[in-house]
């Protein structure tokens, strides 16, 4: 496979940021594969080596051959990909890294012992990481910084999916679990609950956050009080335990009801209902630009205008500033995925502060949990519903390279915080918004969470074996992937701004992720014996050969970010 080159004119920078750069690639695993792809998406033209990726590299390697901007004599950026990274277990394919690194774990945790999942998942996301990761040390020369060298793992990117989970998990050793038993046994085979399924066959997933919603939703069902009351703790909680344990009453309401009828008691009590389809069920068609990334304003700049990188700089974002206004998962990760790479990362906070922070347990005074995803990161509180809330906003954001939010559809509009709204206070700003659904369903769209992603778009239905009937992971796998694809695309849109001057429009979705998890065939599954999957995040946690990737604190652990950036020497040096 090589990518053919595509112009570089101006007209092309917003949408193609990388058009002009050349890239030489190595190796044929998914996660190169995948990192392949994303850079041709950004305008990259990718030659191919016959030669085998260096040694240090063994799932692949993409370096720099030319580009259309200055860099500095003749070293060249690179990044090296490996399996097992700086964890000190030997790995040398995708199974072995959902065995060794926890995925397998959390996955099987809904029913009853470690199960890998059936899509190579953390080689996505390795992909992914690795895009971004090149197009971060492109940035980092535009800024007149030096030429840097990444080395990514697949291991790495395992991890940091995992990081909520790892901090929850070390941080119980010394705080009672308050969030269920997350290596508990919960409902199996065709008794398990979520998904449910209709009388009439269809199988169906729900989401709420409100529990009056809940509530009414079984009322109109005509379910037990006492069931409904009981489940409601579990489902609320999933998205922390990666567990789902219901009364089998409910079960047993849906599948008295017609489906018609479970949608009209959803349209009733506000409660958003989807099928749970085939795994080639089919999909909108794919936006033109995969983070669809577009010109702010008509008017660009002078280029570059981004802050000088310094040489010691600790990230190819540093110096940058990100203010954010997310929650849940997929907006936090993806700003901590902006804080790792560097950047100066504000949140905007209610008054009183994100409730996530409250929620147990608790590592300190703070909940493990936000702090997996949110470490670092300063915080301002503001009203948004206030005018006066909205103009501290302004005010922050008028200062910012960066405002990332994960609002509804029609938040940023009614808060008047949209892109046309901040376009004339920061003509320059890279405006990301990380959100659900995006064109994938037309309005009014249900609400955009994982698990209904990942029920509507097909791959639950990937990931069920033979005879089994298809059920969403309740690890989050869209909420991760989606942020590291957010995160991507905060990092292209600056190239773009720095090329260009002009501020760039970034939106992507958790659909994007679906998507991308669908369209990724597996790899070859190397032969020999398989690593032994880990059963305990915490004693995970505490093994030596994780030393060089989770930061331990007397309260938690959590995972490091997953590469490393050093000076860049001559590529056939590196090799």
Same mark, same amino acid.
């Given at each position: ?68 901007? *200055?860099?500095?004599?003749?070293? #060249? ?51 992914? #990481? ?249 915080? #301002? ?141 597996? *790899? ?52």
């Amino acid at each position: 496979m090589t990518p053919g080159p595509r112009a570089a004119g101006e007209r092309d920078v917003a949408a193609w940021p990388l058009a002009g750069v050349v890239v030489r690639a190595r190796g044929e695993s998914v996660a190169l594969r995948v990192a392949v792809q994303r850079l041709y998406a950004l305008g990259c033209e990718v030659r191919f080596d016959d030669a085998p990726p260096p040694a240090g590299a063994p799932a692949g390697w993409l370096g720099v051959a030319s580009a259309p901007f *200055g860099m500095p004599g003749e070293a #060249l950026p690179e990044c090296g990909i490996g399996w097992s990274g700086p964890v000190g277990v030997p790995m040398a394919g995708e199974r072995d890294v959902q065995a060794a690194c926890g995925i397998a774990h959390v996955h099987g945790r809904a029913t009853g012992g470690p199960r890998a999942l059936r899509l190579d998942y953390a080689s996505v996301c390795a992909g992914v #990481l690795t895009a971004q990761a090149l197009t971060a040390v492109l940035l980092a020369l535009l800024r007149g910084g030096p030429a840097l060298a990444a080395r990514t793992s697949v291991a790495q990117a395992a991890l940091l999916a995992l990081t909520q989970y790892i901090a929850v998990a070390t941080c119980e050793r010394s705080d009672p679990p308050v969030l269920g038993t997350p290596g508990r046994t919960a409902c199996s085979g065709e008794g398990r609950v979520p998904p449910f399924r209709s009388a009439d066959g269809v199988p169906f997933e729900i989401e709420t956050f409100d529990a009056e919603r809940w509530r009414l939703f079984w009322a109109a069902l005509d379910a037990e009080p006492k069931a409904v009351a009981a489940g409601w703790p579990p489902f609320q909680q999933r998205f922390a335990t990666a567990t789902c344990t219901l009364p089998p009453a409910l079960g047993e309401t849906a599948a008295a009801a017609r489906y018609r009828d479970v949608v009209a008691a959803a349209a009733e009590a506000g409660v958003s209902v989807l099928p749970v389809r085939d795994a080639d069920a089919p999909l909108a068609p794919s936006p033109a630009s995969p983070w669809r990334l577009r010109e702010l304003t008509g008017v660009a700049g002078e280029p570059s205008g981004l802050p000088p990188l310094a040489r010691d700089a600790r990230g190819p974002l540093a110096g940058l500033l990100v203010v954010e206004s997310t929650n849940r998962v997929q907006g936090p990760l993806a700003g901590h995925v902006l804080g790792l790479l560097g950047a100066d990362v504000v949140r905007l906070e209610p008054p009183g502060g994100d409730p996530l922070r409250g929620v147990p347990p608790m590592a300190g005074p703070t909940s493990a949990r936000f702090l997996a995803l949110n470490r670092g990161k300063r915080a #301002l509180e503001a009203d948004l519903k206030s005018g006066a809330g909205r103009r501290a906003a302004v005010r922050l954001i008028a200062c910012a390279h960066v405002f990332l939010h994960n609002w509804p559809p029609g938040r940023a509009g009614a808060y008047g915080l949209d892109h046309e709204d901040l376009a004339p206070v920061r003509p320059s700003l890279v405006y990301a918004q990380a959100g659900g659904w995006a064109e994938a369903l037309p309005p009014p769209q249900p609400m955009g969470t994982d698990y209904l992603v990942q029920a509507y778009s097909g791959v639950a239905a990937l990931l069920a074996g033979p005879g089994e009937r298809p059920a969403p992971s309740m690890m989050t796998l869209t909420d991760v992937l989606g942020a590291l694809i957010s995160a991507e695309a905060v990092v292209a849109a600056l190239v773009a701004r720095a090329r260009s001057g002009a501020g760039v429009r970034a939106a992507t979705a958790l659909i994007d992720a679906a998507r991308l998890l669908r369209a990724t065939p597996p *790899g070859r599954a190397p032969a020999g014996p398989r690593v032994t999957p880990v059963t305990d995040l915490a004693a995970m946690a505490d093994d030596p050969a994780f030393d060089g990737v989770l930061d331990r604190t007397p309260q938690a652990a959590y995972s490091r970010a997953p590469w490393t950036f050093v000076p860049a020497h001559r590529h056939e040096e590196a090799l």
